[in-house]
């Protein structure tokens, strides 16, 4: 167990539908980030944000958003959704231990699939 | 395109033998990481070499790094039929926010 917690880890929806996806960080870590794994793309970063703040922007398409609360929980919001948007989204948090040299712990992921 | 690029991309072996993983990478780093990836589950780290490091150990596990040739490989040792699962290798950016991964490797161990 990573200490990262991932809901829904399934989710089957319509296209042009929205869904959130919500991510619980490991207790202390302030960092989260968003992956996207899909079979033809591999793991595609989306997005990262520090205690709240955005920190840096990957391949996330603008129907897609993202926030960091005070609590440091995260949700990512897909909307309009496509059948390509089908995915295993993963949320990863980063100890706040410059010593660990920056290793990822990886929640177990939600998979959406849009029909 | 990917950072890391992983070589083969699947490796299919015996219980016992060794397996060899190639990962090669574009840019300067000060460190590379390996994760591990059961089928549909989180990815888990395994161990990360810095970049002032040629070899690093962990149980079964020897990762070296050369920086000249911006490669790394990770050796599984003595594999058993509970390895089988993707392996992937990873940088962070420049700025160490972010990590890239590679595409990985799928190893199956058979029994």
């Known amino acids: 167990d990573s200490g990262v917690t991932q809901t829904p880890k399934h989710l089957i929806t319509a296209t042009g539908q929205r869904v959130t996806l919500r991510c619980s960080p490991r207790s202390g870590d302030l960092s989260v980030y968003w992956y996207q794994q899909s079979l033809d793309q591999g793991l595609q970063f989306l997005i990262q944000?520090?205690?709240?703040?955005?920190?840096a922007k990957g391949n996330i398409l603008e129907r897609f958003s993202a926030q960091q609360f005070p609590d440091l929980h995260s949700e990512l919001n897909l909307s309009s959704l496509e059948l390509g948007d089908s995915a295993l989204y993963f949320c990863?948090?980063?100890?706040?231990?410059?010593?660990?040299?920056?290793?990822?712990?990886f929640g177990e992921g939600s998979r959406l699939t849009v029909l | 395109s990917q950072q890391g690029e992983e070589d083969p991309q699947a490796l299919s072996i015996q219980e016992g033998e060794n397996a060899t993983m190639n990962c090669s990478y574009k840019?300067?780093?000060?460190?590379l990481q390996w994760y591990r990836q059961n089928s549909g589950r989180g990815l888990v780290h395994l161990i990360l070499i810095r970049s002032n490091e040629r070899e690093k150990h962990s149980g079964r596990l020897r990762v070296t790094l050369d920086t000249s040739k911006k490669s790394s490989s990770l050796l599984i040792t003595a594999s058993r039929a509970a390895d089988t699962a993707s392996y992937f290798c990873?940088?962070?950016?420049?700025?160490?926010?972010?990590?890239?991964f590679g595409e990985g490797t799928q190893l199956t161990v058979n029994p």
């Open positions: 840019t300067s780093i000060n460190n």
């Open positions: 990873a940088t962070p950016e420049t700025s160490g926010s972010r990590l890239t």
């Open positions: 990863a948090s980063r100890s706040a231990d410059r010593g660990r040299g920056g290793e990822l712990f």
């Open positions: 944000y520090y205690n709240g703040e955005e920190r």
